[in-house]
């Protein structure tokens, strides 16, 4: 009996780590995001690709990166403005139409062998300038299909797509690029994109809401305010800074680990980067049978320390194998402190400035390319080993700095009630 007992329990805490499936509208949602993340996924891996085989200074690599992340950060925090006054379902589907048709436009280049660098520079500065407006609107908008109490689940939910893509996607695209061409897996990147935009519009938002009255920019300064005023949440976005803008630069140098330390093909390249998503797959697991984890604050704090010192020592790697290990280590203890740290903040903010907070979250990740760039220039100068190994060693750095000074999120306890809000069963985004 009690082992009856037991598995009953085990296959219900199942179910209810999957419990935001439960609703029809995050459904289509979530296999709308799929569709779009598998896309991003693509052309990352061949914008990159391609770029190695036009110029092989690593600087290149870097400039990619700039030329994604200076619109996405200049434009981020008016982004998130327009998610707060719009329909954000609409938004949605104008900026995935428009990243899939720049996205088309590469590839056609590269089918016709015209493409320069400086194509590849325009288009990802143009698909840059368009996420800085698409992602506030996502992080707006998937909360209001849901309940309150399934809201960390969703989170989790929502980071499985592009942890699961990452074990996936890079490796598809590295075949891709071996058996067809670049040109046809930024073809696939295309249809991803496209493919979201014609999902979302199948989807019903629940009313929300929207402050009027106000400037743009004095609801962009309102936003600005409350992440001001509140320590956890500049502390934990500050986190998020340091995990994107030094810990994930190594993805831009993947290919130099790849080609000139490691000695492997594209294939391989897409092997280590699907390492990473499978650890962080696993990590997203997890995080959805952890739960309310009570000790959110030191969930964090040990998370992003490890996850530093594993990037270190993929940096100083020289063997494939052990590299290997590194990256799926650290995919998994980042995975599980990063969506700690998302739902906390998606918990806490006040339905009426979710799109403007969440804009200025989303920066810190828009931030990662300007990471990659300077990670170039330093690869440049010095090597890509102790570029990345640096950037590992900052990511722990401030890790152990918070945890040392910083007592709001040392003794941080997960707890469901939003700032601000009293509504904690409420569908969020509801208006109210």
Request: aromatic share 10%; hydrophobic share 55%.
């Amino acid at each position: 009996m009690s082992l009856a007992l037991a598995v009953s329990s085990r296959l219900a805490r199942a179910r209810e780590s999957f419990g935001a499936m439960r609703n029809t509208e995050f459904r289509k949602y979530w296999f709308a995001t799929l569709a779009s993340v598998l896309g991003f996924q693509m052309v990352s891996f061949s914008q990159l690709w391609l770029v190695r085989q036009l110029e092989p200074n690593p600087l290149w690599l870097g400039a990619v990166g700039l030329a994604i992340g200076v619109p996405s950060i200049t434009l981020n925090l008016f982004g998130g403005v327009l998610a707060d006054r719009v329909d954000q379902r609409r938004l949605i589907m104008v900026t995935q139409t428009l990243t899939g048709v720049f996205t088309a436009l590469l590839a056609a280049l590269t089918l016709l062998d015209v493409v320069q660098v400086w194509h590849i520079l325009v288009i990802a500065f143009l698909i840059g300038a368009v996420n800085a407006f698409d992602g506030p609107a996502r992080q707006a908008m998937f909360p209001s299909l849901i309940e309150r109490k399934d809201l960390m689940n969703a989170v989790a939910l929502n980071a499985s797509i592009w942890q699961g893509s990452r074990m996936v996607a890079p490796m598809i695209a590295g075949i891709i690029v071996a058996a067809f061409g670049t040109e046809t897996a930024l073809f696939v990147g295309a249809a991803g994109f496209l493919g979201m935009a014609v999902l979302v519009a199948r989807i019903k938002v629940p009313a929300v809401q929207r402050q009027r009255g106000h400037s743009a920019l004095q609801d962009l300064f309102q936003g600005a305010k409350f992440v001001r005023d509140n320590s956890l949440f500049s502390s934990l976005i500050a986190m998020t800074f340091f995990n994107s803008f030094f810990g994930m630069a190594y993805l831009q140098l993947m290919p130099i680990f790849t080609i000139d330390i490691l000695h492997k093909s594209a294939a391989a390249q897409g092997a280590l980067m699907s390492a990473g998503g499978i650890g962080a797959l696993l990590g997203t697991v997890c995080s959805a049978f952890l739960g309310w984890f009570p000790r959110r604050g030191l969930l964090m704090l040990v998370g992003s320390f490890l996850f530093g010192g594993l990037i270190m020592g993929f940096g100083l790697s020289h063997w494939y194998g052990l590299s290997l290990a590194l990256i799926f280590f650290a995919g998994f203890g980042q995975s599980i402190y990063t969506i700690a740290i998302m739902s906390t903040l998606q918990m806490r903010v006040p339905d009426q400035l979710r799109g403007r907070v969440m804009g200025i979250y989303g920066m810190t990740y828009n931030l990662m390319p300007l990471g990659g760039m300077l990670a170039g220039g330093v690869a440049s100068m010095l090597s890509a080993p102790f570029a990345v190994a640096v950037g590992g060693g900052a990511v722990s750095g401030f890790a152990v700095l918070s945890g040392v000074f910083n007592r709001t999120v040392r003794q941080l306890r997960a707890d469901p009630k939003p700032s601000g809000a009293g509504h904690a069963h409420a569908p969020v985004g509801a208006a109210r």
